[in-house]
């Protein structure tokens, strides 16, 4: 009969459990992956898939016993590892909708407002819609593959080893969110000049002629306007977009390097 000791289990279990749990806390808060429609199972599937798949780059990981001390500390280090890589890419999304609510406050579209099951809050019409560009870029430009490969390389700055306190703190999260919606108000920003100009503009034309009704008048204009710029700019988004990615992603990673 064929036996197996704990110290055996443990050496084969070890390299892929720590792994998963880092790579399910990121499916629970990263884009796309953390969406309603996509099954528990399947992404409880995919995780352990992923965690085996790297297990070719993944070398010396420590063994660490799931009964013992250490494990505690291993849990909550993936955990907060995990849920901090998804997070950061959560903030580049709030990035692009943020600039949506400056451009549909501009526009005057920010009424048209919808409840987002996904943040439980308010969003306006424009905001959604740069939402939902944004996650087709996402797929597009492979950065649901630029998640899994920056998990990977989380390993190297972040260890297994249980000292979750002093991984949180090289992560410097809140240098990260100012960067990241500074960002956001440069995406806005033309849109922002361009809608400041038309209504300049309409204040002008309401001075020179007094009897024409401004308020019937600006709110087409105004929201003319602001498609056409929507039109022109959102061809542009990608580069903002992935760069905020590799700045978010890269700012982590550096960080614990």
């Avoid at 999304?93 to 920010?110: D, S």
């Avoid at 990608?238 to 760069?243: D, W």
Wanted: aromatic residues 8%.
């Amino acid at each position: 009969m064929i036996g197996f000791s704990e110290a055996q289990i443990m050496a084969w279990l070890s390299p892929i459990l720590w792994p998963f749990l880092r790579v399910l806390a990121l499916f629970s808060a990263a884009p796309v992956f953390s969406m309603r429609a996509l099954p528990l199972r399947a992404k409880i599937g995919l995780a352990f898939l992923v965690a085996l798949c790297a297990q070719g780059v993944l070398v010396d990981q420590p063994v660490i016993a799931v009964q013992g001390r250490a494990a505690l500390g291993a849990l909550a280090q993936q955990l907060t590892v995990g849920l901090a890589i998804g997070f950061s890419v959560r903030l580049v999304f709030a990035a692009v909708e943020l600039a949506g609510e400056l451009v549909g406050l501009q526009m005057g579209l920010n009424f048209a407002s919808f409840f987002d099951p996904a943040s439980s809050a308010q969003t306006s019409a424009v905001a959604r819609f740069l939402g939902y560009m944004a996650m087709l870029l996402f797929i597009v430009i492979d950065g649901h593959l630029l998640i899994l490969m920056a998990l990977v390389k989380s390993f190297e700055g972040f260890p297994v080893d249980g000292n979750f306190l002093q991984s949180l703190g090289q992560m410097r999260l809140h240098t990260l969110g100012a960067a990241l919606f500074s960002s956001a108000l440069w995406m806005a920003l033309p849109m922002i000049a361009l809608l400041l100009f038309v209504n300049l503009t309409l204040g002008i034309v309401s001075r020179v002629a007094p009897q024409m009704n401004i308020y019937a008048v600006g709110f087409p204009v105004t929201l003319t306007v602001g498609i056409l710029g929507l039109t022109a700019t959102l061809p542009l988004l990608e580069q903002p977009l992935l760069a905020l990615m590799q700045q978010a992603v890269g700012r982590l990673l550096s960080s614990g390097s």
